[in-house]
């Protein structure tokens, strides 16, 4: 039987997931499909009784869904119980559900490994306090980072991510920080936005940071945008204006897509075919 697989969450008009998973299949040379089905908050119940009715083999999690579909899982792994958020699901032939965390993997295989040694025993930043943001801050920790900085809108709604983080890390400092608290950013290794501003049909011609902070920064600040759709958004483009090293998303979601593709098929892809279909469709 031909593999059912598709992507939920909300907005997707912007996403290139379908695109990448067909190559990644095709790859392998294993028929199957990959659907992008929109599904709002408030839909979420009913999507996951869709899914589990109509035979698909799994799923991907995206922005707003990340934490709120995990209430509908039989069994979490390690990698997403520890970030407190699920971005792959496999469904077994008994059709329960298992949860993982793939975006973990895909955050660190992104960083040339150069960067990485740079970042052991240093402080990063991360714009936002989403699911994506709980899976850089793990990838972090493992990475060796001594001190974490999330900034939010919303430092009330933020802090019991904030405080579960660090009971299950406890070596590790993190610290929340209103926006308007930009001032802390400037003894960043590395400032991560893990926030939609920049994205593709969101808002692609602003940036999370203002143009004097980033002026600003030490010049051996490491810019990491997860964002992939434009693949160099404003604040890629401002920073490297100003002489700073950037990490686009594009790297980030191919990795963690054939890390899910490992998860559902038993088999892990050719990342470059993924990434060149990926490029060909930006």
């Not at 969450?9 to 996403?15: A, I, K, V």
């Not at 792994?77 to 895909?106: E, L, M, P, Q, W």
């Not at 960043?188 to 980033?214: C, F, R």
Request: charged share 20%; aromatic share 8%; with cysteine.
């Amino acid at each position: 039987m031909p593999y059912k697989l598709g992507l939920i969450g909300y907005h997707l008009s912007h996403s290139i997931s379908a695109i990448i998973h067909k190559a990644g299949l095709k790859n392998l040379g294993i028929e199957g499909d990959y659907e992008i089905l929109e599904t709002p908050p408030e839909d979420l119940i009913d999507r996951i009784k869709f899914l589990k009715s109509n035979d698909y083999n799994g799923f991907n999690v995206t922005i707003p869904l990340k934490v709120p579909v995990a209430l509908f899982l039989d069994h979490i792994d390690k990698s997403a119980d520890v970030s407190g958020c699920v971005n792959t699901v496999k469904i077994r032939s008994d059709r329960t559900f298992h949860g993982f965390n793939t975006d973990i993997y895909g955050f660190q295989k992104a960083i040339p490994l150069n960067i990485q040694q740079r970042l052991k025993k240093s402080n990063v930043s991360i714009l936002g306090t989403g699911g994506a943001s709980r899976a850089a801050a793990v990838g972090l920790v493992e990475l060796g980072v001594e001190q974490i900085n999330f900034f939010s809108r919303n430092i009330i709604n933020s802090s019991n991510m904030v405080n579960y983080l660090r009971q299950t890390f406890p070596d590790t400092v993190f610290k929340l920080y209103q926006n308007s608290s930009m001032g802390e950013l400037f003894n960043s290794a590395m400032i991560i936005n893990t926030t939609p501003i920049g994205m593709k049909g969101n808002s692609a011609d602003q940036m999370p940071l203002s143009y004097e902070a980033v002026k600003n920064l030490d010049k051996k600040t490491i810019i990491y945008d997860v964002i992939y759709n434009p693949a160099k958004t404003v604040l890629l483009k401002k920073a490297e204006e100003y002489g700073l090293e950037t990490i686009n998303g594009l790297d980030m979601l191919i990795n963690q897509a054939a890390k899910a593709q490992e998860i559902w098929t038993g088999k892990f892809p050719d990342v470059d075919k993924m990434k060149i279909a990926a490029l060909e469709s930006l």
